[in-house]
C-alpha cells in the first residue's frame, strides 16, 4: 500500500499566524487520467471529517479561501493562512490515485 | 440538506457478523457512488470499501477483502456493509460518505458514524 508520510504530526499555531501541513508520497500520483487525486480532510475535535481540498488545490464549497493546497512533484501541502481558533483539529491528507486509497497519519493542528 | 445517517453498530465476538446501514436523505442517491471509512479509537482514517452508483463495480481495502461485503438499494436510499469472521483489529468507528463525481477525489458529506466493538 502507498504510505503517505505527513509532517508534522502536531503543529502548535498562533491565531492569525500561518500555518503549512507537508503531505509526502512515494510514488508520483497523476493519475491515467491526468488528475492528480491528493485530498485534504480536516476532523474537528468530536466531529466527522470534513474535505476541505481535492485533486491538489480545489476547495470545497464553503471553505474558506484561508486553506489552500499545492504540489511540487510528490510533495503535497496545505497552508492555512491567518489561522483562526475553528480551525483546530486533525489533518489528514489523502491518495486516489494508486489502490488501495490511503490517509495520511494525521497531523494535529492546535493553537498556542 | 444531504443527511447520511448509520446503523447497525455494536457489541461483536470475534468471528461474528455485523451489518451497518446507512440511510441517505436530500440527495439522487443513484447519483453517487459511496464508501466506508473506519477510524479506530484513537486512530487515524482508513478507507474500506467504495461502490459506484449502481453497486456493479466494488472495491475493498485488503484486509477486509473475502469478510466484507458492500452493497446498496437505490430505491430505498441505504447503503450497507456486510461484515463478517469479525477481528479485533475491525473495532472502529465506521462512516458512511458520498463521493462525489469519483471516490478517488474524497467523500465530500460523512455521517457521524457507527461504533463497532469486537471483544469476547
Known amino acids: 500500500d502507498l504510505v503517505m508520510t505527513q509532517s508534522p504530526l502536531s503543529l502548535p499555531v498562533t491565531l492569525g499566524q500561518s500555518a503549512s501541513i507537508s503531505c509526502r508520497s512515494s510514488q508520483s500520483l497523476v493519475y491515467s487520467d491526468g488528475n492528480t487525486y491528493l485530498n485534504w480532510f480536516l476532523q474537528r475535535p468530536g466531529q466527522s471529517p470534513r474535505r476541505l481540498i481535492y485533486?491538489?488545490?480545489k476547495r470545497d464549497s464553503g471553505v474558506p479561501d484561508r486553506f489552500s493546497g499545492s504540489a511540487s512533484g510528490t510533495d503535497f501541502t496545505l497552508t492555512i493562512s491567518r489561522v483562526e481558533a475553528e480551525d483546530v483539529g486533525f489533518y489528514y491528507c489523502m491518495q486516489g490515485t494508486h489502490w488501495p486509497w490511503t490517509f495520511g497519519q494525521g497531523t494535529q493542528v492546535e493553537i498556542k | 440538506e444531504v443527511q447520511l445517517l448509520e446503523s447497525g453498530g455494536g457489541l461483536v465476538q470475534p468471528g461474528g457478523s455485523l451489518r451497518l446501514s446507512c440511510a441517505a436523505s436530500?440527495?439522487?442517491?443513484?447519483?453517487?457512488?459511496m464508501s466506508w471509512v473506519r477510524q479506530a479509537p484513537g486512530k487515524g482514517l482508513e478507507w474500506v470499501s467504495s461502490i459506484s452508483e449502481t453497486g456493479t463495480y466494488t472495491y475493498y481495502e485488503d484486509s477486509v477483502k473475502g469478510r466484507f461485503t458492500i452493497s446498496r438499494d437505490n430505491s430505498k436510499n441505504t447503503l450497507f456493509l456486510q461484515m463478517s469472521s469479525l477481528r479485533a483489529e475491525d473495532a472502529a468507528l465506521y462512516y458512511c460518505?458520498?463521493?462525489?463525481?469519483?471516490?478517488?477525489?474524497?467523500?465530500?458529506?460523512w455521517g457521524l458514524g457507527t461504533t463497532v466493538t469486537v471483544s469476547s
Open positions: 436530500g440527495l439522487t442517491f443513484t447519483n453517487y457512488p
Open positions: 460518505a458520498r463521493c462525489l463525481g469519483t471516490c478517488r477525489a474524497g467523500m465530500d458529506v
Open positions: 485533486e491538489v488545490s
